[in-house]
């Protein structure tokens, strides 16, 4: 039978008073909403959330005339006084949503912890949905309390480190492989080879959902830093070149000096946003140092979602302000590149552009190896200004690589062609970048990046960003 609006307001008033007398109950009645929450469709919890967000908030009718008690106090000493404080009480109480103190109650229930997790995540996918609205702003300021409220969940004291192999739970294990969404998991032999000999998989739970992976972490155990996803992933690397069988579980651990991260999957959108800090993936360097203290290089084998993207942008953006004459704020493509260029694409300016617009938007590019060459250079340098330059808010635009940095990571090295497939073509031209961690230096890395915005590289990088500086040196120049 389909709730109704009154249903909906009864049940939670009950649950709410409940919570408010004391009531032995309480515990059923929350139980009693997460239930029915839970058995509603989309459009339904649309409706269950509009009343708890619009007659369930903070006490309106209070706060104006509290907030005109609290700015009567003038003098700096009455303001220290008792009766200022508690005005400050009971402002503070009057602006707290009724629906804050349900959540609390939620999150101390068996299973509770989940469902505010999933219930932020509904609430995230409508605001993706919907047009800014009254009611827009009641979901957006809910969201906002679920997200502290979540957040404190899910600090580290909470947070436990766990190595999944092949003999883990069956059901711990399907979900690793269900949520898999950078590399998904193609065969069954594909996936015992992730549980396998020279891998390691770690996933980090909540003490109150150890049953449910929230970050998901694959790591190869190699000789070298790898370049390329694909033969990391399907060509048994790390069991072949060490002798060993991939249905078997000898490791020559003497053998081992790299260690590759080349999944890190966030499972559970109700996290978005949320930031975890600079220590899960330092408390999985301190676990493989434990155990290959030898281990020479640790890093990720990392995408780089969003690139083409920019750059397609990037480029109609330039070719605009090249019909209008105008000049672009930086350049793309220097006099040089568009030279090499023209066998292909024309030698006027416009044309030329046009043409590599469409080529890097459909991919025809790809189909002409002399070109190929000839866009290598460049869309490497580009890429390297996205990584490095590109900001969104003084940080990294480029999501992953803000993610590696906090966590104190450097840019280590850009690899051409390291993901030949469709996804990677769509992502970054086939592009995927080394984000290296030095133990020791880690926490300083990412003070550096989180505090002054500073992003470490190595001298694999340096010529690109020397480049990118000689490019902008030489156009401000002749601009003046």
Same mark, same amino acid.
Not at 1 to 23: F, V
């Given at each position: 039978?389909?709730?109704?609006?009154?249903?909906?307001?009864?049940?939670?008033?009950?649950?709410?008073?409940?919570?408010?007398?004391?009531?032995v109950?309480?515990?059923?009645?929350?139980?009693?909403?997460?239930?029915?929450?839970?058995?509603?469709t989309?459009?339904?919890?649309?409706?269950?959330?509009?009343?708890?967000?619009?007659?369930?908030?903070?006490?309106?009718?209070?706060?104006?005339?509290?907030?005109?008690?609290?700015?009567?106090?003038?003098?700096?000493?009455d303001?220290?006084?008792?009766?200022?404080?508690?005005l400050?009480e009971?402002?503070?109480?009057?602006?707290?949503?009724?629906?804050h103190?349900?959540?609390?109650?939620?999150?101390?229930?068996?299973?509770?912890?989940?469902?505010?997790?999933d219930?932020?995540?509904?609430?995230?996918?409508?605001?993706?949905?919907?047009?800014?609205?009254?009611?827009?702003y009641?979901?957006?300021?809910?969201?906002?309390?679920?997200?502290?409220?979540?957040?404190?969940?899910?600090?580290?004291?909470?947070?436990?480190?766990?190595?999944?192999?092949?003999?883990?739970?069956?059901?711990?294990?399907?979900?690793?492989?269900?949520?898999?969404?950078?590399?998904?998991?193609?065969?069954?032999?594909?996936?015992?080879?992730?549980?396998?000999?020279?891998?390691?998989?770690?996933?980090?739970? &909540? $003490?109150?959902?150890?049953? @449910?992976?929230v970050?998901?972490?694959? %790591? /190869?155990?190699?000789?070298? *830093?790898?370049s390329?996803?694909q033969?990391?992933?399907?060509?048994?690397?790390?069991?072949?070149?060490?002798?060993? &069988? $991939?249905?078997?579980h000898? @490791?020559?651990?003497?053998?081992?000096? %790299? /260690?590759?991260?080349y999944? *890190?999957?966030?499972?559970?959108?109700?996290?978005?946003?949320?930031?975890?800090?600079?220590?899960?993936?330092?408390?999985?360097?301190?676990?493989?140092?434990?155990?290959?203290?030898?281990?020479?290089?640790?890093?990720?084998?990392?995408?780089?979602?969003?690139?083409?993207?920019?750059?397609?942008?990037?480029?109609?953006?330039l070719?605009?302000?090249?019909?209008?004459?105008?000049?672009?704020?930086?350049?793309?493509?220097?006099?040089?590149?568009?030279?090499?260029?023209?066998?292909?694409?024309?030698?006027?300016?416009?044309?030329?552009?046009?043409?590599?617009h469409?080529?890097?938007?459909?991919?025809?590019?790809?189909?002409?190896?002399?070109?190929?060459?000839?866009?290598?250079?460049?869309?490497?340098?580009?890429?390297?200004?996205?990584?490095?330059?590109?900001?969104?808010?003084?940080?990294?635009?480029?999501?992953?690589?803000?993610?590696?940095?906090?966590?104190?990571?450097?840019v280590?090295q850009?690899?051409?062609?390291?993901?030949?497939?469709?996804?990677?073509?769509?992502?970054?031209?086939?592009?995927?970048?080394?984000?290296?961690?030095?133990?020791?230096e880690?926490?300083?890395?990412?003070?550096?990046?989180?505090?002054?915005?500073?992003?470490?590289?190595?001298?694999?990088?340096?010529?690109?960003?020397?480049?990118?500086?000689?490019?902008?040196?030489?156009?401000?120049?002749?601009?003046?």
């Open positions: 039978m389909k709730p109704s609006e009154d249903n909906i307001r009864q049940l939670i008033a009950e649950a709410y008073q409940s919570l408010e007398n004391g009531s109950h309480t515990e059923v009645k929350i139980k009693e909403v997460c239930s029915l929450y839970s058995s509603l989309s459009s339904e919890k649309l409706l269950f959330l509009h009343v708890l967000g619009t007659e369930f908030s903070a006490d309106h009718n209070s706060v104006v005339p509290l907030a005109a008690q609290v700015g009567a106090f003038h003098d700096i000493q303001r220290e006084s008792e009766a200022f404080l508690r400050e009971r402002l503070k109480a009057a602006l707290t949503p009724k629906y103190k349900l959540f609390m109650q939620i999150g101390r229930n068996d299973g509770g912890v989940k469902f505010l997790v219930m932020r995540a509904d609430i995230l996918v409508i605001l993706s949905q919907i047009n800014a609205s009254q009611e827009h009641y979901l957006k300021s809910m969201c906002g309390v679920l997200k502290e409220m979540v957040a404190l969940l899910f600090a580290p004291d909470y947070l436990q480190l766990t190595r999944v192999q092949w003999e883990s739970p069956g059901d711990v294990i399907k979900k690793i492989s269900e949520y898999e969404a950078i590399n998904p998991i193609r065969s069954v032999d594909d996936l015992k080879r992730r549980f396998g000999p020279y891998r390691r998989c770690y996933i980090f739970t &909540q $003490s109150r959902m150890s049953s @449910e992976p970050i998901v972490l694959h %790591t /190869a155990l190699t000789q070298e *830093i790898s390329n996803i033969t990391l992933i399907n060509n048994d690397a790390g069991f072949s070149e060490f002798g060993a &069988q $991939s249905n078997g000898f @490791e020559d651990t003497s053998r081992i000096t %790299t /260690a590759v991260f999944s *890190i999957t966030s499972t559970q959108k109700g996290l978005q946003g949320i930031e975890f800090g600079n220590y899960l993936i330092p408390r999985v360097i301190s676990e493989l140092m434990q155990e290959f203290p030898r281990l020479r290089h640790i890093v990720s084998l990392s995408p780089l979602p969003g690139f083409r993207d920019w750059l397609v942008a990037e480029l109609g953006k070719k605009h302000l090249n019909q209008i004459g105008e000049s672009a704020h930086t350049v793309l493509f220097t006099a040089a590149e568009l030279k090499n260029l023209a066998p292909f694409y024309g030698s006027a300016k416009d044309t030329c552009l046009d043409g590599l469409k080529a890097l938007k459909d991919h025809s590019w790809l189909k002409m190896m002399d070109l190929v060459q000839v866009l290598k250079e460049p869309l490497m340098r580009l890429c390297i200004r996205y990584l490095y330059i590109e900001k969104r808010r003084g940080y990294a635009l480029n999501p992953v690589a803000n993610f590696h940095l906090r966590n104190g990571a450097m280590w850009l690899n051409w062609m390291a993901d030949p497939s469709q996804r990677g073509m769509n992502a970054a031209f086939g592009m995927m970048v080394n984000y290296r961690y030095i133990p020791g880690t926490e300083k890395y990412s003070r550096e990046y989180i505090e002054n915005k500073l992003i470490e590289i190595s001298d694999n990088v340096l010529p690109y960003v020397k480049a990118l500086q000689e490019i902008s040196r030489k156009d401000a120049h002749k601009k003046s």
